[in-house]
Every structure is written in C-alpha cells, then in structure tokens.
C-alpha cells in the first residue's frame, strides 16, 4: 500500500484522487501550475452528464470538414503544421467508425452510473454548496433531422441502463417557456445534473485540506524522475525535488509532454473551449440544456446563464478568439427567447485533454512502476471526474478499483 502520493495536476481528476487519498489517511501532496482556479475543471459547462457518449461519433469527421477553417463554426482548426496533430486526426477519424463508436458507448455508460452515484455522494456527503441539481437535463433540437438522431442516441443510452423522456416542442415549452417557437423538442435525459464547477472545485480543495492534504499551486512540474525502471517522485520548474511511493499524472493536456520525460506515450490534443457567463432574460430556463445543432451548453448558474462549448483545436494557449464567445450567444439565440438583450458578465476559455479515441486514460503507466495516469476526460471531466479520482485511489491503495478499468489504460497508445 503507497501512503506517501504525489499528484501532479489540480483539475477535477487531481483534486478528487487527493481527496480520495487523503481521506483513507494517505500522505498526499497535490502540486498544481497555477491556483486551481482558471482550468478547464471549472470554466466547463457544469454537466453532470451520466451516459454521455464520446466526441467521436459516426459520420461526425466528414461533417466537421466545412466547420473546421470557419472561426464562429461549433469546431475550428486553424492551420498550423503538427505532425502530432495530423496522426491525432487520423486516430479520431477511424474512432468515428460503428464498431469503434459502439465499443466506447459500452465502456462510457459502464462508468456513468457509478459517476453519477460517486458525485452525488460526495456533494451528499461533505455538504459541498455548489448549485447542485439533479434534475435532468435536455438535449434540445431546432430541426426534424436533429429531433430524429436525439431519439436514437436516447434509444441506445436506455438499453445501456439510462432513462429519458422524448418532448415535442409544446411539451418542451410548458416545462421551460423560454424555447422559442420553432424549436422542435427535446430529450430529457432524467438521470442527469447540474452544477456550478468553480463553487464544486473550491469546496472539494477545501475538503482535502481538511482531510489533511496538502494542496502547493503555483509549482509546475517539469519532469517526471524516474530510477531503475520505477517513478520515483518529480522535479518542480525551481529544480526542487519531490519523492514519493507514488506519483499520479493527472495534469490534462500537459500529461502528454510529462509523460514522455518517464517515457510514456500519452497522445492527446487540446481542445480549446469558451464560456461566456451573461445575465438571465425575463424569462430563463431553469434546467441545464445542450442546444444540439449547435453544440452549445446552457447551465442557469450564478444568477445567470452560463453559455458553454466549442472545439478549437489551436494547440496548447490561451489565445482568445473573440468570434467564438460570440458564436455561442448566437447559438443560444436561435433555441432561447431574450438572450439579445442580456449582458456579458464575464467570458473564459480554457483547454480540455482530448485523446483520438475519445476514451479516457486511467490506469497504470506502461513500463514504469508507480506511476498512475488519470487524464483525458475531454468534455466528459466534470461528471466523471470523482469517479476517476476515487478509482485512482483504490487502485493505488487496495491494487483493485471497485470499477474496472478495461480499455482505458495507457498501454493502448
């Protein structure tokens, strides 16, 4: 059993397996780049998304290609030459066939029923205020085209275990006013939930404080130490070294360069999302929605609308794009009545790890000992990251996760 662990990383995956740890009396030491404030772990939309499928999905690379050089398209790819990229997009294209795409739903839906239980429990459990709501959430459609592939996608999630309701539009519009008229309808995947991710993010690094972690921000890695074929510990960018009985990589899309200083392979590419938080119309909607066409999330957070989403496949910056913000109220608009007359509060955009296969990494690192990888949730963290921590920790202390981990180790790549 390792007591002494070093967590490279303070997303969601990070933060839950320290807390994980630390609350079955490990020595856990979390070290994370910047404050845990301004990541992808809590700028992303706020879903709780159990049963929800990966980002590659049938059909879906040939019909991104007209989105891809257009910057207010829902996904954008400047042209910039990265050979990574290129075998990335390759990898995504083959994972976008039937039986690949069928195998992920099987491994992903296998995952959410215990996510969606781990972070109820966990917000159940510490009293975590952070919006909490579980009370659905609707996948809305503007186009008979839209409404038809919804009700498939919901046909398959229920053989897998996960309820939904199918709503025409004046259905939709009686539960939530604020749909425009000529919005088709909806699925209402009832087993899903909401929150806000800043408020649930600083709460848990509250709780592993208190559970006797220690938390170090503003201390970036810049390599994994490794000695006769086992990681040893890390060293910090100020040449200060860290050792430990083991090491957790769970450090979004800079895993991949981390790794390879241990020698482990990791391909991922980021994928560049946007918020921009506005005032709530006269008329809001009071449950988190996705607006399909669109691929816009909606989350009633804050007092007002969180509006989330987009792909930008731009590399590892923080380069901001303003058409993109601007993309995601135009998108709102066309779904939801009034939001032309709301004000920005604020806008963000941060950087999801995103691997080919649209398949997270978890599990132990290949060729080297003691070394544990948890990354890769893409658009999936916030509802599967507790899960992943807490499999994370009981891989390391019991050997044996209470969920199998099959298909998502990092001996695929």
Same mark, same amino acid.
């Given at each position: 059993?390792?007591?002494?662990?070093?967590?490279?990383?303070?997303?969601?995956?990070?933060?839950?397996?320290?807390?994980?740890?630390?609350?079955?009396?490990?020595?856990?030491?979390?070290?994370?780049?910047?404050?845990l404030e301004g990541g992808a772990?809590?700028?992303?939309?706020?879903?709780?998304?159990?049963?929800? %499928?990966?980002?590659?999905?049938?059909?879906?690379?040939?019909?991104?290609?007209?989105?891809?050089?257009?910057?207010?398209?829902?996904?954008?790819?400047?042209?910039?030459?990265?050979?990574?990229?290129?075998?990335?997009?390759?990898?995504?294209?083959?994972?976008?066939?039937?039986?690949?795409?069928?195998?992920?739903?099987?491994?992903?839906?296998?995952?959410?029923?215990?996510?969606?239980?781990?972070?109820?429990?966990?917000?159940?459990?510490?009293?975590?205020?952070?919006?909490?709501?579980?009370?659905?959430?609707?996948?809305?459609?503007?186009?008979?085209?839209?409404?038809?592939?919804?009700?498939?996608?919901a046909a398959l999630l229920r053989?897998?275990?996960?309820?939904?309701?199918?709503?025409?539009?004046?259905?939709?519009?009686?539960?939530?006013?604020?749909?425009?008229?000529?919005?088709?309808?909806?699925?209402?995947?009832?087993?899903?939930?909401?929150?806000?991710?800043?408020?649930?993010?600083?709460?848990?690094?509250?709780?592993?404080?208190?559970?006797?972690?220690?938390?170090?921000?503003?201390?970036?890695?810049?390599?994994?130490?490794?000695?006769?074929?086992?990681?040893?510990?890390?060293?910090?960018?100020?040449?200060?070294?860290?050792?430990?009985?083991?090491?957790?990589?769970?450090?979004?899309?800079?895993?991949?360069?981390?790794?390879?200083?241990?020698?482990?392979?990791?391909?991922?590419?980021?994928?560049?999302?946007?918020? +921009?938080?506005?005032?709530?119309?006269?008329?809001?909607?009071?449950?988190?929605?996705?607006?399909?066409?669109?691929?816009?999330?909606?989350?009633?957070?804050?007092?007002?609308?969180?509006?989330?989403?987009?792909?930008?496949?731009?590399?590892?910056?923080?380069?901001?794009?303003?058409?993109?913000?601007?993309?995601?109220?135009?998108?709102? +608009?066309?779904?939801?009545?009034?939001?032309?007359?709301?004000?920005?509060?604020?806008?963000?955009?941060?950087?999801?790890?995103?691997?080919a296969d649209g398949l997270p990494?978890? %599990?132990?690192?290949?060729?080297?000992?003691?070394?544990?990888?948890?990354?890769?949730?893409?658009?999936?963290?916030? %509802?599967?990251?507790?899960?992943?921590?807490?499999?994370?920790?009981?891989?390391?202390?019991?050997?044996?996760?209470?969920?199998?981990?099959? %298909?998502?180790?990092?001996?695929?790549?």
């Open positions: 059993m390792a007591t002494n662990t070093l967590i490279v990383g303070g997303g969601i995956v990070g933060l839950s397996a320290a807390y994980f740890l630390a609350r079955r009396g490990a020595a856990v030491t979390l070290l994370d780049t910047g404050d772990s809590s700028g992303n939309a706020g879903l709780v998304a159990a049963g929800h %499928g990966p980002l590659p999905r049938p059909g879906l690379s040939l019909r991104s290609l007209r989105w891809v050089l257009d910057q207010s398209g829902p996904l954008y790819l400047p042209p910039r030459f990265d050979p990574g990229l290129v075998r990335w997009l390759f990898g995504f294209h083959r994972a976008c066939g039937r039986s690949r795409y069928d195998r992920a739903i099987e491994l992903l839906t296998a995952h959410g029923h215990p996510a969606r239980v781990c972070f109820r429990t966990l917000v159940d459990e510490e009293r975590i205020d952070c919006e909490y709501r579980p009370i659905g959430q609707l996948d809305v459609f503007r186009t008979d085209a839209g409404m038809r592939e919804g009700e498939r996608e053989r897998h275990g996960y309820d939904s309701e199918i709503l025409n539009g004046a259905e939709l519009r009686r539960r939530e006013p604020a749909f425009r008229p000529g919005v088709r309808g909806a699925v209402l995947y009832t087993d899903r939930a909401f929150a806000n991710p800043a408020a649930f993010m600083r709460a848990l690094a509250e709780r592993v404080r208190r559970h006797g972690g220690l938390i170090r921000p503003h201390s970036p890695v810049a390599r994994l130490d490794t000695q006769a074929g086992r990681c040893v510990g890390v060293t910090l960018e100020t040449g200060e070294t860290l050792r430990a009985d083991c090491t957790t990589l769970a450090a979004g899309v800079w895993t991949t360069a981390l790794a390879r200083t241990a020698g482990v392979r990791i391909p991922m590419q980021a994928a560049k999302g946007y918020h +921009a938080a506005v005032t709530a119309p006269a008329t809001s909607v009071r449950t988190a929605c996705v607006l399909a066409e669109r691929f816009v999330a909606v989350n009633p957070i804050d007092g007002g609308l969180r509006l989330a989403g987009t792909l930008e496949f731009s590399g590892i910056n923080h380069r901001f794009v303003p058409k993109r913000v601007t993309m995601l109220r135009h998108g709102a +608009a066309e779904y939801l009545e009034g939001i032309e007359t709301t004000t920005e509060q604020s806008v963000w955009c941060g950087l999801r790890p995103c691997t990494v978890i %599990g132990w690192a290949p060729r080297v000992r003691d070394l544990f990888v948890a990354t890769g949730h893409a658009m999936m963290g916030f %509802g599967l990251g507790p899960l992943a921590g807490r499999l994370t920790a009981e891989s390391i202390l019991d050997g044996t996760p209470s969920v199998a981990l099959e %298909g998502f180790g990092a001996d695929r790549f």
